[in-house]
């Protein structure tokens, strides 16, 4: 099962930030919190990754919270071509690439 | 710089017959994982390979299998088709093996299977 609980669905207005939540309470030391999303039809996209610092690419940021049990990835500017499905997933040390992937937030950008 | 590529695009079957998808990797990538996403749910795992050995194998039956190839290629078989496999079928490649906090993992645009 997977280890993280997000809302199943969230809209945003065009232009602005999106803040996508993510419960990931029973997280442990050397997990780390890494976010996909999925434009219909595609295959996942890699966004961003962090452990414990708040994190920044040309795609979005990521803050995580100081105790680690949960995290938000922020869309700065949201636009049309933002809207899809956003994974919030956790991952440790393991010997294999498994990605368990849950239901993940069906995030739609509104013109 | 070409991305994971996927083949065929789409493919429709009926049950009972066997399929074979196909999956080219990020050039430099030694590792492939094959995920199996039904209409409405998240992708689910089925198998990794990493330099041609199974490095973990998804709750899937024996009907299916993989293999990789000396060129980091693989391909997922599926045999005696049921309806309910069909699904878009992922594939990812990545760098290495089991690296978290490393380079993540690079999705195909997948192959749709339709099973009649």
């Known amino acids: 099962d997977a280890k993280t609980t997000q809302p199943p669905s969230m809209d945003c207005a065009e232009g602005r930030a999106a803040n996508l939540p993510c419960n990931h309470s029973?997280?442990?030391?050397?997990?780390?919190v890494y976010w996909y999303r999925q434009i219909h039809s595609q295959g996942p996209q890699y966004i961003i990754h962090?452990?414990?610092n708040n994190e920044t690419n040309e795609m979005a940021s990521l803050i995580i919270t100081e105790d680690r049990k949960s995290s938000t990835l922020i869309l700065p500017h949201a636009t049309l071509r933002d809207t899809a499905v956003y994974y919030c997933?956790?991952?440790?040390?393991?010997?294999?690439?498994?990605?368990?992937f849950g239901k993940g937030t069906r995030l739609h950008i509104l013109p | 710089d070409a991305g994971v590529t996927q083949s065929p695009t789409h493919l429709i079957k009926t049950r009972g017959q066997h399929v074979t998808l196909r999956c080219s990797p990020i050039?430099?990538?030694?590792?492939v994982s094959w995920y199996q996403q039904v209409l409405g749910q998240g992708p689910q795992f089925i198998f990794q390979?990493?330099?041609?050995?199974?490095?973990g194998r998804g709750n899937f039956p024996d009907r299916f299998s993989a293999r990789q190839f000396p060129n980091y290629s693989s391909e997922l078989n599926v045999n005696a088709l049921l309806l309910g496999d069909s699904a878009l079928y992922l594939c990812?490649?990545?760098?290495?093996?089991?690296?978290?906090?490393?380079?993540?993992?690079?999705f195909g645009p997948g192959t749709r299977l339709t099973v009649l």
């Open positions: 050039s430099g990538h030694k590792s």
């Open positions: 990812a490649s990545s760098l290495t093996s089991g690296l978290a906090g490393g380079p993540s993992q690079y």
């Open positions: 390979y990493y330099e041609k050995e199974e490095r």
């Open positions: 029973t997280i442990s030391g050397n997990e780390y």
């Open positions: 962090g452990l414990k």
């Open positions: 997933i956790v991952r440790g040390l393991n010997r294999d690439d498994k990605i368990i």
